[in-house]
């Protein structure tokens, strides 16, 4: 099958706009053109700014060698949707840039599957991209829309503030050990080998929080490469520090609090709020039907510590 064929019977079915609309609020964005040109037309409604992100997924760096063809297509544009989420934005439009190398059609079908399976709860559809030969990779760039000054960022949290995360962090950690090699100890035989595989597999990027979070959080980002390394970013971003109540942080069953608090793949929301906030940040949390848990606070002196004073190394997945 031809490179036109391919777009042509597979890829262009994901630029339907068939997701459901995540809020009553937000608004409809279909692209003015999209596959077919040399580029993709749209327009950003009035008083919104364009959010945009990209994220390239390796074969054997960022899934593993048994991960199925649904699963990869599935992630490749979950995590993408979970950089939309930490700004607040509202998903939009994407682009897929693909390297294949010696995939079957029905591997191909099955990816544009879990990609599908994404767009369905995300008003977002595809509107360009490129397909090449070569190993196996995929790079998506996501596209999304937020009210203008109201984006969500890395750099507004202050002394005061109480620090959240989302979920529950360290499962996909668990999830990877465990699709590495499912017999690696009898300890494993106790835990949900479904739910972790699928929080490694198919994360689920909290669009709605980010969106439902416009107002409330100071700062906010997304938890992939780590709790300790990604909360760091805000910090540093904001010139503060934060002290963590260790035992307030959800963490896996069966996994040690320290490497979940250090492992990456959970893309959870970490934000602040100052304190005045925290019964919105709960009603909110309520409303969505998410655990979100309040785990420490904002301080003025910069660096990572715990409850007890002890400095914390912001540890966590590094790409080089």
Not at 93 to 112: K, N
């Amino acid at each position: 099958m031809n490179e036109f064929a391919l777009i042509e019977t597979h890829f262009k079915r994901l630029s339907d706009r068939t997701g459901a609309l995540l809020s009553a609020r937000e608004p409809e964005l279909p692209a003015d053109l999209g596959i077919g040109d040399d580029c993709a037309l749209m327009r950003v409604p009035d008083g919104m700014q364009l959010a945009v992100s990209s994220d390239t997924l390796v074969a054997g760096v960022h899934f593993p060698g048994q991960a199925t063809p649904f699963d990869i297509g599935y992630k490749a544009l979950a995590v993408n949707l979970s950089d939309l989420a930490a700004m607040g934005a509202t998903p939009a439009w994407f682009s897929l840039c693909v390297t294949l190398q010696d995939q079957s059609e029905d591997w191909i079908t099955a990816f544009c599957e879990g990609m599908a399976a994404v767009t369905q709860g995300s008003p977002i559809q595809l509107v360009g991209g490129d397909t090449t030969r070569g190993p196996l990779s995929i790079c998506v760039q996501v596209m999304g829309v937020v009210p203008a000054g109201q984006a969500l960022t890395r750099s507004g949290a202050r002394p005061g503030d109480e620090v959240y995360v989302s979920g529950c962090v360290g499962e996909a950690a668990l999830g990877l050990a465990l699709a590495l090699d499912p017999q690696a100890a009898q300890w494993q035989q106790a835990l949900d080998h479904p739910h972790l595989l699928a929080r490694l597999h198919r994360p689920t990027p909290r669009v709605a929080l980010g969106q439902a979070l416009r107002g409330i959080a100071s700062a906010c980002i997304d938890v992939s490469d780590g709790l300790l390394a990604d909360l760091n970013h805000v910090l540093r971003a904001s010139q503060v520090g934060a002290e963590l109540e260790l035992d307030l942080i959800p963490v896996a069953a069966g996994q040690d609090r320290m490497i979940s608090i250090t492992a990456g793949d959970d893309y959870e929301l970490c934000f602040t709020a100052p304190a005045h906030a925290r019964s919105q940040v709960i009603a909110l949390a309520q409303s969505l039907s998410l655990p979100v848990s309040m785990i420490g606070c904002i301080s003025k002196a910069q660096g990572l510590r715990d409850q007890d004073n002890q400095a914390l190394t912001p540890a966590g997945y590094q790409h080089f």
